[in-house]
């Protein structure tokens, strides 16, 4: 046996372009546009406070940052004893304190740069 395929004539089949191959209505286009943009806002934000290492919010218990400006010669380690110093009665420990300056500016090594503006807790 053998089977034969038929189109029918009145319906030519048209090539159908790209996913769904359906236009979006102007309504549709607007909606797909405002979640592309929100979207696009919520990750910005995202990334902008990845990248600033982001404000401690008022909550109990939450530390409080100061902005310093890194001078020539100054380096993390003699940052985090100023600060660890300030904060405590002199016995401050020094390498927690670099390493959450290190956390909270989101630096890759602890490197710093004169001219530089790190967060400090206070």
Known sequence: MSTIALTHPSRPRVA??????????????????????????????GFAMKASGGDSVGQAGSTTYIKVVVAPGETLWSIAADTAAAIGDGHGDVRAMVDEIVSVNSLAQPDVQAGQVLRVPA
């Open 16 to 45: 159908t372009a790209g996913f769904g191959a359906r236009k979006l209505t102007r309504r549709g286009r607007l909606a797909r546009l405002a979640m592309v943009l929100s979207l696009s806002i919520v990750l910005g934000a």
